[in-house]
């Protein structure tokens, strides 16, 4: 570049000695996907730092984006264009965030935009412009006593205390103070000064660790992140941590991303809950997100949860990470009771009311035991609503509506003392005068039970005992003790000072026959969540067959067992994690277009394409795990190649994913 260039008031300086700002432009197209180099005006010089917020003119428009980094020259070649303006100075995007953000995008053929979309939450002025405060006071080193129960518990807590990088698996005990111990473990990363992140599921979650961390580092120690504190709230906490002002940051899903100060932990809380799992492009999983932080900034990770998933055990097995395992006889003296039986195996019950609320004679009479105990009763149902399945009352066909094929459900509750007539999940429209087409008959029957119509059952059973529900739009966070019974869909359940009496786990065949790679994985993750909340004198009873081996793992209280079966099973049938594989969703042309320009790898391998629905298929891309990241590096040149060109059909890539069938 020749030639004098001119300031944005001015000033005539040299266009060779004006300094260029690398910046990531915040436009959501996959050829895009890299840095661009702008001017930058004598007057800006000050502000535009690396890390800052800035808006540019890019392809005619004003558009935002992030300034990645100053140099002294570009390599473009051609006259540059100055930066619009400096947004803020603030630099909300640390050099660790942006490689980490590079990484994921990298690993899940996204872009880093929409990466950092998820990383960094939108600017409050007001909210910026108001000071952190000081750092809090460094907290004293906590106990560890709560983790001696593990061998290698208190080593844990040791290598935090001291520095030492240490990456560890963590089977937690049933009735186990979960949030006591991370709390524990943040702790003792903060007497050293450092910064700890840990990440859960949900809010009801993040409340109780917030507290167990409070007690131990202080109010003014901890902070939480989370989308429901509201876009200003969050923003002020979110720089609170970016500036150090806190060094134990708590928070769901998107604090995985949090500007940690001088990281020394990271942690995941049940690693296989699909709140875990990002909805967003490019669709990261916290688990891996922060298992890549771990790796490149030194610090120690700890995965966490009453499960296992296949994933934590390849850490495991790999060698990368170590378990950390309560001894079989301090298991046995803390773990409730697990009976199994399975519904064809149901006893024979004399009290009509049992019988209509579908308990087997060991599940009622565990219930019975723990209401006399005077504490309450833990009842899992699958499903929400009332009836949310229906069949046809004489040749169990599926119930559909007339007008768009849809499942019919019944709400339940009276309209004008008439019991409300059945409805489609689908339109919604009403279909009182049902007739099956395959036979003719009007009679309807339910195939699935909701939890509002299991707790109407047991109310019948058990007459005068308080019921109470949790799930759907109404999530208790927790439940007095007493006499009670709680029904909950499996995610929803409240906890409770001092444990339930008993556990029953019903309908366990709806989990367990999902078409789902990890169906009976995510049944055995949501009954032991669920039976963790009892106490050890209590009693867990899940209705499925014994036989099976998510139920044995349950009744023996062996996740291990199940993780390593499952990891072998899926090595054995190539599928995630021991192979890296991706879902290539869209149109079947767009499809068809996007696998033929595909050139795989030597283990590279196309399953399908199968349909979807009418206008969609799906086609699974499997390598083998060496190869991941040059199936992601091909995958994203894809779709980089597809915008380019405009192409008008959308395809949507996922790596890794929850669900593959």
């Known amino acids: 570049m020749a030639g004098k260039a001119t300031t944005r008031r001015g000033e005539r300086v040299p266009a060779a000695s004006l300094p260029v700002a690398r910046v990531c432009v915040d436009v959501p197209l996959a050829h895009l996907d890299r840095p661009f180099d702008y001017q930058v005006s004598t007057e800006q010089d000050a502000d535009a730092v690396p890390g800052c917020r800035v808006r540019v003119r890019f392809a005619g428009q004003l558009v935002d984006g992030y300034l990645l980094e100053r140099a002294e020259s570009s390599e473009y070649g051609r006259k540059l264009t100055f930066l619009d303006r400096v947004i803020s100075p603030e630099p909300v995007l640390s050099p660790e965030v942006a490689e980490l953000a590079r990484a994921i995008a990298d690993r899940y053929a996204g872009s880093l935009i929409d990466v950092l979309r998820m990383a960094i939450p939108p600017r409050h002025a007001r909210a910026e412009a108001k000071p952190s405060g000081e750092p809090a006071p460094v907290p004293g080193a906590p106990s560890d006593e709560g983790w001696a129960r593990y061998p290698f518990g208190p080593n844990l807590l040791d290598a935090l205390r001291s520095g030492r990088a240490a990456r560890a698996v963590w089977q937690a005990l049933p009735a186990e103070d979960w949030p006591a111990r991370l709390a524990e473990a943040a702790a003792s990363v903060a007497s050293t000064g450092k910064g700890a992140l840990v990440v859960v599921p949900d809010h009801r979650d993040l409340a109780r660790l917030q507290r167990a961390c409070a007690a131990l580092v202080g109010e003014a120690g901890v902070v939480t992140l989370s989308a429901d504190l509201g876009p200003s709230e969050r923003y002020k906490r979110w720089l609170a941590v970016r500036r150090g002002a806190v060094r134990v940051v708590l928070g769901t899903r998107g604090a995985a991303f949090a500007p940690v100060r001088d990281l020394g932990l990271v942690a995941v809380w049940d690693d296989g809950d699909d709140l875990h799992a990002e909805p967003r492009m490019p669709y990261p999983n ?160 339910g195939q699935v039970i909701g939890a509002r119509r299991t707790a109407e059952e047991l109310g019948r059973a058990f007459s005068g005992v308080p019921v109470r529900t949790s799930g759907g739009d109404e999530v208790l966070a927790e439940v007095p003790g007493g006499r009670s019974l709680v029904v909950a869909t499996p995610g929803a359940e409240p906890f409770t000072e001092g444990g339930y009496g008993a556990a029953l786990l019903l309908d366990g065949w709806a989990l367990l026959g999902r078409a789902d790679l990890r169906a009976a994985e995510e049944a055995l993750r949501r009954w032991m969540t669920a039976a963790a909340l009892v106490h050890a004198a209590g009693r867990v009873v899940v209705v499925a067959d014994s036989s099976l081996a998510p139920v044995q793992a349950l009744v023996r209280w062996d996740p291990v067992w199940h993780a390593r079966q499952e990891l072998a099973a899926r090595a054995e049938l190539g599928f995630p994690p021991a192979v890296r594989m991706a879902t290539v969703d869209g149109a079947p042309d767009a499809l068809a277009g996007v696998l033929e320009e595909l050139d795989l ?45 405009k192409e008008p059909d959308v395809v949507r890539v996922k790596l890794d994913p929850l669900e593959v069938l």
């Open 286 to 445: 916290v688990r891996d997100v922060l298992v890549q932080r771990s790796h490149l900034t030194g610090a120690s990770l700890l995965v966490g949860g009453f499960a296992r998933t296949a994933e934590a055990q390849l850490l495991v097995d790999s060698g990368w990470a170590h378990e950390v395992v309560a001894a079989r006889d301090t298991l046995r003296a803390v773990a409730p009771r697990v009976a199994a039986v399975g519904e064809s195996e149901w006893q024979e019950v004399k009290d009509a009311a049992a019988r209509s609320a579908r308990l087997p004679s060991i599940a009622f009479d565990a219930a019975r035991a723990a209401l006399a105990a005077d504490t309450p009763v833990l009842i899992q149902v699958p499903r929400r609503g009332y009836v949310p399945a229906l069949a046809c009352g004489q040749c169990r066909s599926p119930a559909r509506c007339r007008r768009c094929a849809g499942p019919l459900a019944l709400p339940g509750g009276t309209q004008d003392g008439v019991p409300r007539p059945a409805y489609c999940r689908w339109c919604g429209a009403t279909e009182a005068a049902y007739r099956c087409p395959n036979c003719g008959s009007r009679r309807l029957r």
């Open 601 to 645: 790898p030597p283990t590279g391998e196309i399953l399908g394409p199968v349909p979807l629905s009418e206008d969609k298929e799906r086609a699974l891309v499997r390598v083998s795990r060496t190869e991941g990241r040059a199936l992601a590096t091909l995958l994203a040149d894809v779709l980089a190649v597809r915008s380019a060109r």
